[in-house]
């Protein structure tokens, strides 16, 4: 009964995490259509930058948890600290273009506002994405699988649109800085992307490892 019990307390605060950080991405990503338009508030980037603290807080409880009762677990325990750490790196890139918009000091460049925004919607397409197939990993393997090779190909999309967006960015021939900044920014989004790809094929490494679930 006492594993019962811990592996539902793994499971829900899983949930409580995954949940925090949809809810900080989702306001990353509108945050992101406002500075498209020009329309950015600042202010709101410390909303992004507080879901982090509270992932941590969360993460905290979660490995604490995931130390009291090791046989409770489908996975080794290693797995899941391994899981619990990349999808917290993925958060942390995630802030990091928070805290990077807060000092960004241009607009946008016109002329890259729609590939920007496809690559950002990309971006959060596969956080929600990556959330799913964690939850699919406890239940439906298959499921799980398919998720990933979704990311993967979502991936190489968004990294076509990374070297059109980056191609007209270098082009530029005034305020260097202002291309430097910029084609930092691109690549800002485009890491947690590439993070997220990484995590999917931990995962289906996991799906190799621990076959027949």
């Excluded at 409770?72 to 899981?83: G, H």
């Excluded at 699919?136 to 990374?162: C, S, V």
């Excluded at 920014?185 to 485009?190: D, E, K, P, Q």
Aim: proline residues 2%.
């Amino acid at each position: 009964m006492k594993s019962k019990d811990t592996h539902k307390s793994i499971d829900q605060i899983a949930k409580e995490y995954n949940a925090q950080f949809l809810e900080g991405a989702s306001v990353l990503n509108e945050i992101m259509k406002d500075f498209i338009t020009n329309k950015l508030d600042k202010t709101r980037l410390d909303e992004v930058i507080e879901s982090e603290r509270k992932c941590d807080r969360i993460k905290e409880k979660y490995i604490q948890v995931l130390f009291q009762d090791k046989r409770a677990l489908p996975f080794l325990v290693e797995d899941r600290y391994k899981i619990i750490t990349m999808v917290d790196e993925a958060l942390g890139k995630v802030e990091f273009i928070a805290r990077f918009l807060k000092i960004y000091p241009f607009d946008l460049y016109d002329d890259i506002s729609e590939d920007f925004k496809k690559l950002c919607n990309t971006c959060y397409s596969l956080i929600k994405m990556l959330i799913d197939t964690l939850e699919l990993m406890e239940t439906n393997f298959d499921g799980a699988y398919e998720k990933t090779i979704e990311i993967e190909k979502m991936r190489r999309e968004a990294r076509k649109l990374r070297y059109s967006l980056l191609e007209t960015i270098y082009k530029k021939t005034e305020e260097p800085t202002r291309v430097l900044l910029t084609s930092k920014l691109v690549n800002n989004v485009y890491n947690v992307i590439a993070w997220i790809e990484d995590i999917a094929d931990y995962l289906r490494g996991l799906i190799i490892k621990y076959p027949t679930r």
